[in-house]
């Protein structure tokens, strides 16, 4: 479950997404759904509502208070651990699941640029929109990343060559750049390639040369023939 949080005027609005993400983050911190505030709002019912010729002694409201205490001291350590792991994000990709008021869940995926903490809650900073740390899924390593990224520019590069029964001469910059490219990729960055594109690739280079044979050929020729002509002119 996800949650947006927007800025203005340099403080967060909660919106439905978010008040809905915030619900469930308490849910998974406290499966019995029993906060410091529920805490507080019991402990306080309780004094309201005790029985006057059995009222609580002392010692049971000071026993309520130490347990309040341990509650709300693990959840800021809990904020405080998620802080820490928050900052370590930043500048790394991670895939995270959002969710809108309608239950429709959909992936966002970005580089965390910040992470900020409001009301006890860590939110990390993507493309200026703010997420709840809680709906993370995924951190991507980074050589996995710039791996796929240049395999995904080299893959569409070679889809807007010309088709092979198209191909002429002045493709033949695009078709050495992406060679180039390839040559100058690791064995690993060179795993996300698929194999069908590297023969596609070499396909495009055995075509070049039959159109490179055929122009010299051709030149030749007409060299040939201009020669012919010229001697048959001269005698």
Same mark, same amino acid.
């Given at each position: 479950m996800s949650a947006i949080?927007?800025? !203005? $005027?340099?403080?967060?609005?909660?919106?439905? &997404?978010?008040?809905?993400?915030?619900?469930?983050? @308490?849910?998974?911190? +406290?499966?019995?759904?029993?906060? !410091? $505030?529920?805490?507080?709002?019991?402990?306080? &019912?309780?004094?309201?509502?005790?029985?006057?010729? @059995?009222?609580?002694? +002392?010692?049971?409201?000071?026993s309520q208070f130490a347990t309040f205490?341990?509650?709300?001291?693990?959840?800021?350590?809990?904020?405080?651990?998620?802080?820490?792991?928050?900052?370590?994000?930043?500048?790394?990709?991670?895939?995270?699941?959002?969710?809108?008021?309608?239950?429709e869940t959909t992936q966002v995926v970005g580089q965390v640029d910040y992470v900020v903490m409001e009301n006890g809650k860590v939110y990390v900073s993507i493309d200026d929109s703010l997420y709840s740390f809680d709906d993370v899924t995924t951190v991507l390593d980074s050589d996995y990343w710039e791996a796929y990224n240049l395999a995904y520019d080299w893959t569409e590069a070679l889809a807007k060559l010309s088709s092979l029964n198209d191909l002429t001469l002045s493709d033949r910059t695009d078709v050495e750049a992406l060679r180039k490219a390839y040559d100058n990729m690791n064995d690993y960055q060179k795993s996300f390639i698929a194999g069908d594109s590297?023969?596609?690739?070499?396909?495009?280079?055995?075509?070049?040369?039959?159109?490179?044979?055929?122009?010299?050929?051709?030149?030749?020729?007409?060299?040939?023939?201009?020669?012919?002509?010229?001697?048959?002119?001269?005698?």
């Amino acid at each position: 479950m996800s949650a947006i949080a927007h800025v !203005k $005027d340099g403080e967060i609005v909660e919106t439905n &997404a978010s008040s809905m993400s915030l619900s469930k983050a @308490q849910e998974k911190k +406290n499966p019995n759904g029993l906060d !410091k $505030d529920a805490f507080l709002q019991l402990l306080v &019912a309780e004094m309201q509502n005790q029985d006057p010729l @059995q009222p609580t002694t +002392n010692t049971e409201y000071i026993s309520q208070f130490a347990t309040f205490s341990e509650l709300e001291e693990m959840q800021n350590m809990s904020s405080s651990v998620d802080m820490s792991r928050a900052q370590s994000l930043v500048g790394k990709e991670v895939f995270l699941d959002v969710t809108n008021k309608n239950g429709e869940t959909t992936q966002v995926v970005g580089q965390v640029d910040y992470v900020v903490m409001e009301n006890g809650k860590v939110y990390v900073s993507i493309d200026d929109s703010l997420y709840s740390f809680d709906d993370v899924t995924t951190v991507l390593d980074s050589d996995y990343w710039e791996a796929y990224n240049l395999a995904y520019d080299w893959t569409e590069a070679l889809a807007k060559l010309s088709s092979l029964n198209d191909l002429t001469l002045s493709d033949r910059t695009d078709v050495e750049a992406l060679r180039k490219a390839y040559d100058n990729m690791n064995d690993y960055q060179k795993s996300f390639i698929a194999g069908d594109s590297v023969n596609a690739l070499k396909a495009y280079e055995n075509k070049l040369e039959e159109l490179n044979t055929l122009a010299k050929n051709d030149a030749e020729q007409k060299d040939a023939e201009s020669e012919t002509a010229q001697e048959g002119a001269s005698e």
